[in-house]
């Protein structure tokens, strides 16, 4: 159905790069806002913070409100509460802050059992805060990393500037995902947790390979440019240029790219909808993730390298 698609992608780029700007601005602004509130650019979970996780199994169904209630009167305000299935079994998942003490526990089980009746215990684990920073840590040395042998490995096999505007492209995907979720964070509480920076650099990596396909053909028919085409509608002949031979490259790869996204995307919303409550949050990162990249791919990396060449070119003195 795409594959005869053809898309005079430059022609709009202007358009494209303000959708761009609508999608990451508001993005930026949560930013903001969560950077006043929460002292960091989105709201951090227990791996960053420390806290105790709490999977309880209720005889009896239990309400999550009520849970949340009991929680409040112990003085663990703001804990999350979620509903899971584990070994086939609905069981409340409570996220909290540390329970330093056996007796802060006893207190907490106690008002559940007379609130909710009796439960069994499947597991109480605690995160330490000292894990937070390292964790922090080891996620932006990644990124930086990741970035890093990105720059090296596309100028190596393409050009410096294909580098550069593949990164572009990848800073976009990665500003509009951090936005989204900042936004979440500071209107509805969304937390983030290791699996976060998890999505992340799957997102990275699914965008840039994506960006790649298209950069590779525009390479292959970057021999193209300047060689003469009868324009089929008005039948004048002209000289291809290098936006040319990019919307070629385009028109080319876009089934490629939207069904190789489309596949993923589907499989994620029924991981979203389907799946389990404690993975939800990053089902929908990569969500988030993938549709950006796979726009960006298309609609931002190459428009954004026929820019740079055309600036380059107009700074470039002709020769007499």
């Known amino acids: 159905m795409l594959d005869n698609v053809k898309v005079d992608l430059v022609k709009y780029r202007n358009i494209w790069f303000g959708i761009s700007l609508l999608i990451t601005i508001p993005g930026i602004i949560g930013i903001i806002a969560c950077m006043s509130k929460y002292h960091a650019p989105l709201k951090p979970g227990i791996d960053f913070t ?11 169904p239990a309400s999550l409100e009520a849970v949340r209630e009991v ?27 540390s329970i ?37 840590t080891n996620g932006l040395v990644s990124l930086l990393v990741t970035f890093g042998g990105m720059v090296a490995y596309i100028s190596y096999r393409f050009k410096f500037d294909f580098a550069v505007c593949a990164i572009a492209a990848l800073v976009h995907d990665i500003t509009v995902l951090v936005g989204v979720f900042a936004l979440l964070g500071y209107l509805f509480g969304t937390e983030v947790d290791s699996l976060f920076i998890s999505a992340v650099l799957t997102v990275i990596g699914f965008s840039v390979h994506d960006t790649i396909v298209v ?24 000289k291809k240029t290098f936006g040319d031979v990019a919307n070629d490259s385009v028109s080319q790869t876009l089934a490629r790219s939207i069904y190789t996204s489309l596949t993923v995307i589907i499989t994620l919303t029924a991981l979203y909808f389907l799946g389990g409550v404690t993975t939800k949050d990053f089902v929908l990162a990569m969500l988030i993730g993938i549709i950006s990249g796979t726009y960006s791919s298309i609609f931002n990396a190459s428009c954004l390298l026929v820019w740079w060449r055309e600036q380059k070119s107009k700074s470039t003195p002709k020769a007499a």
């Open 50 to 60: 420390g806290g105790s996780i709490l999977q309880y199994q209720f005889d009896k």
């Open 71 to 97: 929680l409040d009167e112990c003085g663990f305000h703001g804990s999350q509460v979620q509903q899971a299935t584990i070994s086939g079994k609905e069981a409340v998942v409570m996220r909290t802050k």
């Open 100 to 136: 330093d003490t056996e007796a802060q526990k006893a207190v907490i089980d106690k008002k559940l059992v007379e609130k909710l009746g009796t439960f069994k215990s499947i597991s109480v684990d605690k995160v330490t805060a000292t894990i937070g920073p390292e964790l922090l």
């Open 215 to 238: 950069f590779d053909r525009v390479r292959e028919n970057a021999k193209f440019v300047g060689s003469k085409v009868v324009d089929p509608k008005t039948k004048e002949e002209y």
